[in-house]
């Protein structure tokens, strides 16, 4: 057992030193939904590039039941519910750099997507 140990950790170990990075398709941004609000509530992302935001919403005791992204200057939004404790995945292309939002259905808890 040790001498087949000692022949495949090093190879898992040349492995992972040496094989190119997968690519990744897109930029995986989380967001928690908690008592204080989105946290973080400033996020960057790429201009022109997949992103996926994925909220999660971790208390009841928020009007953040439901979240809206602006996603251009055209002031195109997406709105998903935010069930408790399950993961939301919005998956959006940024047009071009500059400062979006990101809101609870009411707009009274809210988050800054700066798009570079």
Not at 21 to 28: Q, V
Not at 29 to 49: H, L, Q, R, W, Y
Not at 52 to 64: P, Q, Y
Not at 81 to 87: S, W
Request: proline share 8%; with cysteine; charged share 25%.
């Amino acid at each position: 057992m040790k001498k087949l140990l000692a022949l495949i950790i090093p190879a898992i170990l040349a492995g992972s030193v040496y094989a190119d990075p997968a690519p990744k398709s897109s930029t995986r941004v989380e967001v928690t939904v908690t008592k204080k609000g989105f946290s973080p509530d400033n996020i960057t992302v790429p201009a022109m590039k997949p992103v996926t935001l994925v909220f999660t919403r971790k208390t009841d005791e928020t009007c953040a039941k439901s979240v809206i992204v602006t996603t251009g200057d055209d002031k195109k939004k997406i709105e998903r519910e935010l069930p408790l404790d399950k993961p939301v995945e919005i998956a959006v292309t940024f047009p071009k750099a500059g400062t979006l939002s990101y809101s609870c259905g009411m707009g009274m808890t809210s988050g800054v997507i700066s798009v570079q």
